[in-house]
């Protein structure tokens, strides 16, 4: 009985290690896309080509700062609006948790930026 037990145990507190680990990688993955975003509209706001410039940067932080296997759930678009002209950038995230089951976890993240012109 207690070599049951035992192994029930073990099994609940990797079920348990295996939630907190993807629940961190849910949280991290949240920053590096607010980051990349941010990022994107900060350099989109002082090019020539805001646009292109924008999303070459999003991609550029969110491939150095997210694996694989998260990078294919976010989508980054760029546009150019507005008097004056606002760069600004959206990312849509579908993130799938590690333990099947569990719903997706999906969100949107926006960051605008005022363009920058030299007089």
Do not use: H, K
């Amino acid at each position: 009985m207690a070599g049951i037990a035992m192994v029930v145990a073990a099994a609940l507190a990797l079920v348990v290690f295996v939630s907190l680990a993807d629940v961190v990688t849910m949280m991290f993955t949240r920053n590096a896309v607010r980051a990349a975003v941010d990022e994107a509209v900060r350099v989109g706001s002082r090019s020539d080509g805001p646009i292109a410039e924008c999303e070459l940067r999003a991609r550029a932080v969110i491939d150095g700062l997210l694996g694989p296997a998260a990078r294919r759930g976010v989508a980054v678009t760029c546009s150019a609006s507005g008097t004056p002209l606002q760069v600004r950038a959206r990312a849509d995230v579908t993130i799938v948790p590690w333990l099947p089951g569990l719903p997706r976890w999906s969100y949107s993240v926006e960051s605008a930026a005022v363009r920058e012109v030299l007089p």
